[in-house]
């Protein structure tokens, strides 16, 4: 078994279901790429673009980045079309309030240019493997933050208790970025007049206990080839799980 490295991802999909982190990280049983999933790469791709030059033909960008993302290979539901999702993608773009949101996003520079899309490295002691990851943008003020689709609006509670952002925050510590231990969620509700959210919160130093212990066990679990069933996650179903006709299913 041979593991390059970890993210926030796989530390996450080990902690709801070891058996389907082996399923994808050693077995290599392939994984289904949802509407759901395309449709957030595409506008995350074309907001990232919009921010780096405001001027550029936002709907030209939207159509480049969805033809990208929206490849044969999208599981889609019976009564979806690619089509239907493009035209969501121009809706929210269309609207004021939303173009507004984005303008005023600006990054940070360096001397590689605007500080987006950044791949972050954190070392945890006594994990051999780095955890790696991809912080979608840092403001001027030095703040990381990324960019979310979501159906329905974010609680705080939902932007307080993430811990991958604690994850980027760490690594930028490590890597010597001067943090503010703030991070900032762009949310763009997909509801019928399209909404953004800023939520903001920040962490403690204190937490990297926390953080690396979990990913310490992680690891751990791993290293000893510990990959357990948890048909208690809400992972495991039909409609969330890429390898349940495998698993589960097999006895249903």
Same mark, same amino acid.
């Given at each position: 078994m041979y593991i390059e490295h970890l993210s926030y991802s796989s530390i996450s999909l080990y902690f709801d279901c070891p058996e389907s982190w082996r399923r994808k990280y050693i077995a290599g049983e392939p994984? /289904? /790429?949802?509407?759901?999933?395309?449709?957030?790469?595409?506008?995350?791709?074309?907001v990232e673009r919009i921010i780096q030059n405001t001027q550029y033909d936002w709907e030209g960008i939207w159509k480049e980045e969805f033809n990208k993302a929206f490849t044969e290979d999208i599981s889609l539901e019976p009564d979806e079309t690619p089509q239907?999702?493009?035209? @969501?993608?121009? !809706?929210?773009?269309? *609207?004021? @309030?939303?173009?507004?949101?984005?303008?005023?996003? @600006?990054? !940070?520079?360096? *001397?590689?240019?605007?500080?987006?899309? &950044? /791949?972050?490295? $954190?070392r945890v002691p006594g994990v051999p493997v780095p955890v790696i990851g991809f912080i979608d943008i840092i403001l001027e003020d030095g703040t990381p933050a990324d960019f979310k689709t979501s159906a329905k609006s974010w609680t705080q509670d939902q932007a307080n208790n993430s811990l991958q952002t604690l994850l980027y925050l760490a690594a930028l510590n490590q890597a010597g970025f001067e943090v503010n231990w703030r991070f900032k969620?762009?949310?763009?509700? @997909?509801? /019928?007049?399209?909404?953004?959210?800023?939520?903001?919160?920040?962490h403690r130093p204190g937490e990297?206990?926390? $953080?690396f212990e979990m990913v310490k066990r992680v690891w751990e679990g791993i290293s000893k080839e510990y990959f357990p069933l948890n048909p208690s996650s809400w992972r495991c179903s039909e409609k969330y799980c890429d390898f349940y006709?495998?698993? &589960?299913? !097999?006895?249903v």
């Open positions: 994984t /289904k /790429k949802t509407s759901a999933l395309a449709f957030g790469s595409a506008f995350h791709g074309t239907q999702y493009y035209n @969501k993608g121009v !809706r929210i773009l269309s *609207n004021n @309030k939303v173009k507004s949101a984005i303008t005023a996003i @600006k990054p !940070r520079y360096d *001397n590689t240019g605007a500080m987006i899309e &950044r /791949k972050v490295e $954190l969620h762009f949310v763009f509700v @997909k509801t /019928k007049t399209p909404q953004v959210q800023v939520l903001e919160h920040s990297l206990f926390f $953080l006709a495998n698993c &589960r299913g !097999r006895y």
